[in-house]
């Protein structure tokens, strides 16, 4: 399983290179233009570049579960914000190499209106590629709505692929040549398609494919869980630990879905699952409001943080609302008789705020599991751990052989970091922990 998802991650890599590399090499076959000095095609080079790694953010973002298993969801997401980063950089350096060297491609003509109209768009997609790096990085601080975050992204980033699109045209310095130009334009249409698969025909797909939600369930710490039945339909299978996105009050093709990890028993036969979401504002803040009998949509499954690793016990970490995809293992390991040591250190800041506490001490007797609560603001008179989860505490819980265990952890960043150093320093193999980092925006 290892081998096969090793090469999966070759294979899909030397593609993303491929589809990066081949129309910039492309470029230079065939008849080539007068050359120029290094400066400026150095500078041309980095522009074709990072609007082929721009376009590809698309099949990124595509959710196609052949490219997102191997790595997970959460690790292509990370990717994609870094890569763009790096992208819109070659983008923008494109024209400050050529502000730095003075070209004379860059002299003002004498009206605005004999600005070249390739040059018009050049300033307008990078104009697009700027807000747009500015509205990712400092959402939260300009107090954007994620839905209207999530709506400006995909426009801006379409009027940016477009314009740059149209600069290289109107530019034509390399692409005079019709099969290059040929080209460049299959690509930017292969882009968009891309665009069109996720908007259209995946929400297509997901109309014929509803759930109906059953139970609205109120959980310790302001949190509720939806059960929700396909209908019509037989559901789908997915693995514990796993996330999909959840569509309510509107239909599939609503811009902005939401990702939510599945907190219940994969054993289900009825293609039953079940979502638990914590009141952290924004959208999560109306999910209490949700009514039985209403019709919502689910993309998923997604994921590559799961349990199914050849070990002698599982070690689950869970802080806050990371509890969720820790509860989807552990009930799926009691209906599947599963009688391995299992230990979950639950850290939060209340006892009030432990979610699925009382059932937790219910599946002690289908398991050979161990709960530990750790609280960073107990109440006065307790007796379990308080603080934070670090190397003390997982020395005083679990079996020495700690490179001999399978970890999982989920929670806030902060939460994570320090147990990954904690994992380090106790001589647990990298490959032995796994991580699901649940921020995608």
């Known amino acids: 399983m290892q081998y096969r998802d090793l090469m999966r991650k070759a294979i899909w890599s030397v593609i993303y290179l491929l589809f990066i590399l081949a129309p910039l090499f492309a470029l230079l076959a065939g008849n080539l233009p007068p050359a120029r000095n290094f400066a400026t095609e150095f500078s041309v080079a980095l522009g074709y570049s990072g609007l082929a790694m721009m376009g590809l953010q698309f099949g990124l973002t ?18 994609h914000r870094r890569i763009s980063l790096m992208a819109v950089g070659l983008v923008v350096a494109h024209p400050l190499i050529l502000i730095a060297i003075r070209s004379p491609q860059l002299a003002l003509p004498d009206s605005v209106r004999d600005i070249p109209w390739g040059a018009r768009f050049a300033v307008l997609s990078i104009g697009s590629l700027i807000l747009l790096v500015v509205m990712a990085l400092w959402r939260k601080q300009l107090k954007l709505r994620y839905e209207l975050w999530h709506l400006s992204h995909i426009v801006l980033a379409l009027i940016a692929i477009a314009a740059g699109m149209l600069h290289m045209v109107g530019w034509g310095f390399y692409l005079v040549d019709p099969l290059k130009r040929t080209l460049w334009v299959g690509m930017t249409i292969f882009w968009i398609g891309l665009l069109l698969y996720v908007r259209l025909f995946k929400p297509l797909f997901m109309l014929r494919r509803p759930y109906r939600v059953t139970e609205v369930r109120a959980e310790h710490g302001d949190t509720t869980t939806l059960v929700m039945q396909p209908e019509g339909h037989a559901g789908f299978r997915f693995k514990p630990g796993q996330f999909g996105w959840l569509t309510l009050w509107a239909s599939p093709f609503r ?29 999560t803040s109306a999910v209490r409001t949700v009514t039985a009998g209403q019709r919502v949509y689910l993309d998923g499954p997604y994921g590559a943080f799961t349990i199914g690793h050849p070990t002698d016990m599982h070690v689950l970490i869970a802080g806050g609302i990371g ?34 506490r009382e059932e937790l001490e219910a599946l002690k007797t289908r398991l050979d599991l161990k709960v530990v609560y750790v609280l960073s603001d107990p109440p006065e008179g307790w007796s379990g751990e308080s603080g934070r989860i670090n190397a003390e505490v997982f020395r005083r819980h679990l079996p020495p052989e700690y490179a001999e265990h399978e970890y999982f952890i989920c929670g806030p960043d902060v939460m994570m970091d320090a147990i990954e150093t904690a994992l380090g320093e106790m001589k647990v193999p990298l490959a032995r922990y796994h991580s699901e980092r649940y921020s995608f925006v």
């Open 255 to 283: 811009i902005t879905g939401h990702p939510f990890s599945f907190s219940s028993s994969a054993e289900a036969a009825d293609g039953r699952v079940e979502m638990t979401i914590r009141n952290l504002g924004d959208f």
């Open 323 to 356: 509890i969720t995809p820790m509860m989807s293992m552990i009930r799926t390991l009691a209906d599947r008789g599963d009688r391995r040591p299992l230990v979950l250190l639950y850290g939060s800041k209340h006892w009030e705020s432990m979610t699925f």
């Open 62 to 79: 595509a959710r196609f579960r052949h490219v997102t298993e191997p790595w997970g969801e959460d690790v292509i997401y990370h990717f």
